[in-house]
């Protein structure tokens, strides 16, 4: 019998960008994550054999079904193919045998993912769900458009949040997933809480783990170093829970406080827990997420930066450490299953080892848990999903290490343990400085601004009697979730699209305010001037989102 298990969890997640410009951070950034994300996965689980537990934003599955997604994207995949027709003729004209030859796979390729889009009715969350319904991956759910939990201001914003994502993780898939992705891995205990930005006074807020437990989540993921702060509370079985000593944890090594290969029963209020939070294992994860040290760099695989012209294919591989994007090597495709097998087989070792040790210090099956963005395997790091194959097919009779998915685990072994974590993120320092710092603080302000008016248009204005005031309070409600997005904080601080970051976060905003400012002109009354309903159509049309939006998760 296995000593423990193996769990890859990928989290798959685009901001709104649909109606958002073209490229580099518009429906181009979707279309490729479409392309050599998420439809390479979804051919790998169809093969079986490959347990992952994938997560797939709210926000990101509604892009995925848009008709705008389904009708553009196959039109930008043939595209592609004439691109690569194109490259194919130039290079050939200049001698450039092997770059042709690239060219040629290239457009093949292509034609494959046209083929493959076709084939499941242009339905890639239609799809996943199937996959998940013959066992072959776990789906998880997450918050709406990935607000970051511990900045929101008011509860019923942050459940707003988990509702309207578990809402359409269900409308999308068919089905309400056991398990949630934290956006950043962002957690937040519950109790006395005072705002970071502006003046507000001190309020008690919910935990994350009854926020998401509310809704029926079972477990989600932190980082390592929560589970170094967390605090023994007590144990928990089937027949219930019983409280321990705060202290426990420091010397009791037999059941496994606080070790990341050890799920953890997560409660803030020092009761019996709430939620299941399973830990990043942080030995692991540089070794795959780095493109400095990790196996992303090695020379053989594809280089992600060089392109042929501005936004054209890639044909240059790594080359090696240092190398300029001028000094990089045409890409050899036979080069890369060694450096494959090899990667994974030091993978595989490194996972091997540590439940080895973990079982050899505790008698305990304990289980590795490996989470990364999904958009590293395959769109980052090309040859990903077939690193992730070499993994799975490397595990699948091992003695020791059992491959799994998280819920598979978890009806096995069981967490048995409660603790309460500390707040923390997987962030750079393990806090929030990536989402909030100087030169994002004042989007904190606003967006804390535009919750409080909200929440006082819903308890303030007759919505429930009165459509037309509903209208746009559901619009103001849908650019407010737009507006939490995590996403235009990490884009302003890690400098990867501080313009398009700040004007997205300003657009949605502005939104925000004409729709409030709508909702109160109409329960007043006055009767709509053209301006006004260009606007709110203006809204519908650039944020096409959350069809099923009620006010109700508000209040």
């Known amino acids: 019998m296995a000593l423990g298990s193996f769990c890859l969890v990928l989290h798959g997640h685009l901001p709104w960008v649909l109606h958002h410009g073209n490229w580099p951070h518009g429906e181009v950034w979707l279309f490729e994550a479409a392309a050599e994300t998420y439809l390479p996965l979804l051919a790998l689980v169809e093969q079986g054999g490959v347990p992952i537990t994938l997560g797939l934003t709210p926000v990101l599955l509604e892009q995925l079904a848009h008709p705008r997604f389904t009708t553009r994207f196959p039109r930008w995949l043939q595209e592609q193919v004439e691109r690569a027709g194109r490259d194919e003729k130039e290079f050939v004209e200049r001698g450039e045998v092997h770059l042709a030859f690239l060219a040629e796979r290239a457009g093949a390729h292509h034609r494959a993912l046209v083929e493959q889009f076709e084939a499941i009715g242009r339905d890639i969350p239609a799809a996943f769900a199937a996959a998940h319904s013959r066992g072959h991956l776990e789906l998880l759910t997450s918050n709406a458009t990935h607000g970051f939990m511990p900045l929101i201001k008011h509860d019923a914003c942050a459940r707003a949040q988990v509702r309207a994502g578990v809402s359409t993780s269900r409308q999308r898939l068919g089905f309400s997933p056991r398990g949630a992705w934290l956006p950043e891995c962002a957690y937040r205990p519950g109790g006395p809480w005072t705002a970071p930005v502006g003046e507000s006074a001190q309020s008690l807020r919910a935990g994350v783990e009854e926020v998401f437990a509310h809704e029926g989540v079972g477990f989600f993921f932190v980082d390592a170093h929560l589970f170094a702060g967390a605090r023994s509370e007590g144990t928990q079985s089937p027949q219930g829970f019983t409280k321990v000593d705060?202290?426990?944890?420091?010397?009791?090594?037999?059941?496994?406080?606080?070790?990341?290969?050890?799920?953890?029963?997560?409660?803030?209020?020092?009761?019996?827990?709430?939620?299941?939070?399973?830990?990043?294992?942080?030995?692991?994860?540089?070794?795959?997420?780095?493109?400095?040290?990790?196996?992303?760099?090695?020379?053989?695989?594809?280089?992600?930066?060089?392109?042929?012209?501005?936004?054209?294919?890639?044909?240059?591989?790594?080359?090696?450490?240092?190398?300029?994007?001028?000094?990089?090597?045409?890409?050899?495709?036979?080069?890369?299953?060694?450096?494959?097998?090899?990667?994974?087989?030091?993978?595989?070792?490194?996972?091997?080892?540590?439940?080895?040790?973990?079982?050899?210090?505790?008698?305990?099956?304990?289980?590795?848990?490996?989470?990364?963005?999904?958009?590293?395997?395959?769109?980052?790091?090309?040859?990903?999903?077939?690193?992730?194959?070499?993994?799975?097919?490397?595990?699948?009779?091992?003695?020791?290490?059992?491959?799994?998915?998280?819920?598979?685990?978890?009806?096995?072994?069981?967490?048995?343990?409660?603790?309460?974590?500390?707040?923390?993120?997987?962030?750079?320092?393990?806090?929030?400085?990536?989402?909030?710092?100087?030169?994002?603080?004042?989007?904190?302000?606003?967006?804390?601004?535009?919750?409080?008016?909200?929440?006082?248009?819903?308890?303030?204005?007759?919505?429930?009697?009165?459509?037309?005031?509903?209208?746009?309070?559901?619009?103001?409600?849908?650019?407010?979730?737009?507006?939490?997005?995590?996403?235009?904080?990490?884009?302003?601080?890690?400098?990867?699209?501080?313009?398009?970051?700040?004007?997205?976060?300003?657009?949605?905003?502005?939104?925000?305010?004409?729709?409030?400012?709508?909702?109160?002109?109409?329960?007043?009354?006055?009767?709509?001037?053209?301006?006004?309903?260009?606007?709110?159509?203006?809204?519908?049309?650039?944020?096409?989102?959350?069809?099923?939006?009620?006010?109700?998760?508000?209040?």
């Open 246 to 555: 705060w202290k426990q944890a420091t010397w009791d090594d037999t059941r496994g406080w606080r070790n990341v290969l050890e799920p953890h029963w997560v409660s803030s209020d020092g009761g019996p827990g709430r939620l299941v939070a399973l830990a990043r294992h942080p030995e692991l994860s540089e070794q795959v997420w780095s493109g400095e040290v990790g196996y992303p760099g090695d020379g053989r695989y594809l280089e992600f930066h060089k392109r042929h012209g501005r936004d054209g294919l890639r044909y240059w591989r790594v080359t090696g450490p240092g190398k300029g994007l001028g000094d990089k090597e045409p890409y050899v495709p036979d080069d890369t299953q060694g450096a494959l097998f090899a990667h994974a087989q030091h993978f595989v070792a490194t996972v091997r080892s540590l439940v080895k040790r973990h079982h050899e210090r505790t008698g305990r099956h304990g289980v590795v848990v490996a989470p990364f963005d999904a958009e590293l395997f395959g769109h980052w790091w090309h040859e990903g999903p077939a690193f992730i194959r070499e993994v799975m097919a490397a595990l699948s009779n091992d003695p020791v290490v059992r491959p799994c998915t998280v819920s598979t685990h978890l009806n096995q072994w069981p967490a048995d343990k409660v603790v309460t974590l500390p707040e923390g993120t997987w962030g750079a320092g393990g806090d929030h400085r990536v989402w909030l710092n100087d030169e994002t603080r004042w989007t904190w302000e606003a967006e804390h601004g535009a919750e409080d008016r909200f929440l006082d248009a819903i308890h303030r204005l007759d919505w429930r009697h009165d459509e037309g005031v509903a209208e746009a309070l559901r619009a103001a409600a849908r650019e407010l979730l737009l507006v939490q997005a995590s996403d235009w904080q990490f884009v302003i601080h890690t400098r990867g699209a501080v313009d398009y970051g700040y004007r997205r976060f300003g657009e949605h905003l502005s939104r925000f305010d004409r729709a409030c400012n709508l909702a109160d002109a109409r329960a007043q009354g006055e009767p709509d001037d053209e301006l006004a309903a260009s606007e709110l159509r203006d809204m519908q049309l650039h944020d096409s989102c959350f069809s099923q939006l009620k006010l109700e998760w508000w209040t």
